[in-house]
């Protein structure tokens, strides 16, 4: 995810960070699902899910993995 660019679309592949993936299912991050991204600033990303819109820092946004 860290690579998107603002207003870029992509689809969940794999989430690489176990302590948080139930928090992050429920925020609507999980893989197969989609995910905009509204602000990236290198250092936080603001993403809009089917579930609504959460920032993110640069290292969670690094163990997301989304594709075009």
């Known amino acids: 995810l860290s690579s998107f660019k ?6 969940v592949r794999i989430v690489m960070e176990s302590g948080l993936t139930s928090t992050l ?8 699902s ?3 991204v ?3 600033n290198g250092n936080s990303y603001d ?6 819109t ?3 820092d640069s290292d969670l ?3 997301i993995i989304v594709q075009n």
């Open 6 to 11: 603002e207003g870029k679309t992509g689809k």
């Open 25 to 32: 299912e429920k925020a609507g991050l999980s893989p197969g």
């Open 34 to 36: 989609t995910v905009i």
């Open 38 to 40: 509204k602000k990236a």
């Open 47 to 52: 993403i809009e899910t089917e579930n609504g």
């Open 54 to 56: 959460l920032s993110l």
């Open 61 to 63: 946004a690094s163990k």
